[in-house]
């Protein structure tokens, strides 16, 4: 029987591309086993997109469901996304991203289902997350419900998430700041920050770790997180029940 992974290095393709796009509308259809990032937004001003079902192949590699890449203006609202990579996830190493809502949505993820990076040269700001549902679909897999990572430069600020609800997640949180410096993702090579991040009434039940808040030091010079204000914020790690030994009675 033929493999359901894909290989990494093999070439995969968008389902939907949009590149140097204004006033895009994407709006009540079904996507099914994209081969990669199912809906890329490349340098775009201005997408909609609601009531779109992405169920993807979770055994594939960087089947992301929605790429908002160097875009700004960008609303996601009510859409069901299902696969093994990030759900929706922002990257700014070709540009700027600003203006981001995403709404009422539900994610199944086996990777990050909100996520702000890795890929990170560009500035990322006013970006808020509210109304959702993240969930994992297996016991074991997974990285974080949330995750914040400034890795190449950028200054990501002004990120509100509120009223969402996990389960089955690795972690709920991960919020990171580091010093990857990765030119090919728009690096200058300075650090960058994330300063501004407010999360209220969140909560997670059968996680696996806690969440975890994480600066880095480069260059003798230690960089923190700075200004992340919670409200409500409850996790519930899973109880492990441990079986007797076969031998053992």
Same mark, same amino acid.
């Given at each position: ?35 990669? !990032? ?92 509210? /109304? ?25 600020? /002004? ?16 919020? !990171? ?73």
């Amino acid at each position: 029987m033929r493999s359901r992974i894909r290989d990494r290095k093999s070439v995969g393709y968008n389902v939907i591309y949009a590149q140097n796009c204004n006033d895009v509308t994407l709006s009540s259809f079904v996507i099914r086993e994209s081969s990669t !990032w199912t809906v890329n937004l490349t340098a775009c001003d201005g997408v909609a997109v609601s009531g779109v079902v992405i169920d993807n192949n979770i055994h594939v590699a960087n089947s992301d469901g929605i790429d908002i890449c160097g875009s700004s203006n960008v609303a996601v609202e009510n859409c069901f996304i299902a696969t093994g990579d990030d759900g929706i996830v922002l990257k700014s190493s070709v540009g700027e991203i600003n203006n981001v809502t995403v709404k009422n949505c539900e994610i199944m993820s086996l990777a990050n289902n909100f996520k702000i990076g890795t890929e990170t040269g560009h500035d990322v700001s006013g970006v808020e997350v509210s /109304d959702c549902y993240f969930f994992t679909a297996q016991t074991a897999g997974g990285y974080a419900g949330i995750a914040i990572e400034s890795a190449d430069g950028a200054d990501i600020s /002004d990120v509100s998430i509120s009223d969402v609800e996990m389960d089955n997640v690795t972690a709920p949180l991960l919020i !990171w700041l580091g010093c990857r410096l990765d030119e090919d993702n728009g690096s200058d090579g300075s650090v960058g920050s994330v300063n501004g991040v407010t999360l209220r009434n969140i909560s997670a039940t059968n996680i696996n770790i806690g969440s975890a808040i994480v600066g880095c030091e480069y260059g003798g010079v230690v960089h923190n997180v700075q200004n992340v204000r919670t409200a409500s914020f409850s996790d519930k790690i899973r109880e492990f029940i441990p079986k007797p030994h076969p031998k053992s009675s």
